[in-house]
Structures are given as C-alpha cells and as structure tokens.
C-alpha cells in the first residue's frame, strides 16, 4: 500500500473546473493520502508540465508524475484510479 499519492493541479485564474477540482480534491484526500501540488498554468514550470503531459487545457491533473485528466475532474474516476494504485501497490 502507497503512504500517499502526489497530485500536481495545473490551473488558470478564473477557471470554474479549478474551482471543482480543488472541491474533489479535497473530499477524495479525506480517504485517500494525497499530497497536492498546485501550479498555475501560466509560470514555465507549468507549460512545460503541461506540454510533456498532454494537458489541453486547465485544469490538468498528473498522479504521481503521471497525466490522469484535464478539463472537468470527475470525482468517480479519480476515486478508481487511486484504488487500482493503492491495490497494486
């Protein structure tokens, strides 16, 4: 089993799906052990995240370095992808 998960959340100011993912973020980090690690999409550190990640468009998500979504965060994905993690850890 993993001790926690690291999240990175590539975000962009006034953008509604930050704002839900940060919410799904949280609720599922009350079961979950995640680290999250927000950075803005417009700095170089997040280009250059979301170039070499596929991301299109905020807000992009990485699990433990690796791409898992952008654009609206579904809580239910995101929940199944941790579980698979955890049991194959």
């Not at 975000?11 to 799904?24: G, N, Y």
């Not at 654009?71 to 994905?77: M, V």
């Amino acid at each position: 089993m993993t001790d926690r998960f690291d999240i990175t959340l590539l975000t962009q100011d006034d953008c509604a799906f930050c704002t839900v993912a940060r919410e799904v973020l949280d609720r599922v980090g009350r079961e979950f052990p995640l680290q999250v690690k927000e950075i803005p999409l417009a700095t170089d550190e997040g280009r250059a995240l979301a170039t070499t990640a596929g991301v299109l468009f905020a807000p992009g998500v990485l699990i433990d370095g690796e791409a898992f979504s952008y654009g609206r965060l579904s809580e239910r994905k995101l929940r199944r992808a941790l579980e698979k993690r955890r049991m194959d850890a």
